[in-house]
């Protein structure tokens, strides 16, 4: 009987989406550098930072997608980031331009980046506005001149409570057969704006993998997030989200199609990018 996955594997099939998120940094970059540039004043990112790295799989997605890119990922679990590099080995790109650092990403100071990655939420860990802060400065300081920060946010509706959200995930890989992800919101605090939130897998022969991860996290209002980011010294800082009439549109794929927003996010659940531009 074959071994059951590593349930970061499964985590990398239902939740990430590395060429999505890659095609959004190079929007981004568009936007606020190759726009607004003249002459040969124009260039092309090509160091990226993925801080709070995981599975490392958008680093080594921005690897593979130009021969002239670096990546370092930068993942403070061992056991993590020892799974993340067993994932990459046979890849010639990876192997030369993907570098997994293990340390706490405020340990890292550099070298300087053009992008920084911090996604799936990972600055939800920070629980006050002197830790948030403290990163972001940090964040700032570790980026070139003109460099990108990007950071995911989410949002609930008012007065939700404990829920649970399921769906089939059908691997491409016909190796894998489809399970079950779930996604839990098992408690919040509207004082605190603390939540508590899981990840379960079901397999297909019934195992169930439960609290496979669990976060502790503060959900943060979006605007107080930008006035943060530009408190820690970045020029620019704005939401990019989905219009919510834009059914077409989605997320999880490379043509999703954000803009900056306007305002605020709808009363309802919201996900949306936050750019900081140097």
Known sequence: MPPTPHPLAFYCLSVQHPLAEVAFAERAWAHYRNDSAEGDE???????????????????????????RQAMAIELDQPTARWADDQTRGCPRCA???????????????????ITLALNF?????????????????ARACLADDGLIILDLFGIAAG???????????????????????????????????????????????????DAFVYDWRLWDMAAVLRLMREAGFATAEAWGQAPADDSADAGHAEGRFSVLDGPPSEGDWVCYLVGAC
């Open 160 to 210: 939700s409570g404990p829920s649970e959200q399921s769906r089939v995930i059908e691997p491409d890989d016909v190796d894998t057969p489809p399970f079950t992800y779930t996604w839990e919101q098992r408690r919040y605090d509207a004082s605190t704006q603390r939540i508590d939130c899981r990840i379960h897998f079901t397999l297909a022969d019934g195992t169930v993998m439960r």
């Open 96 to 114: 030369e331009d993907l570098h997994i650092v293990i340390d706490d990403v405020m340990h890292v100071p550099g070298p300087a980046t053009d």
């Open 122 to 138: 990972s600055t939800l860990i920070y629980h006050d506005e002197v830790s948030l802060l403290g990163y972001l400065r940090h």
């Open 42 to 68: 124009v260039r092309e990112p090509l160091l990226l930072r993925e801080d709070f790295a995981g599975s490392c799989a958008t680093a080594a997605a921005w690897v593979r997608s130009d021969p002239e």
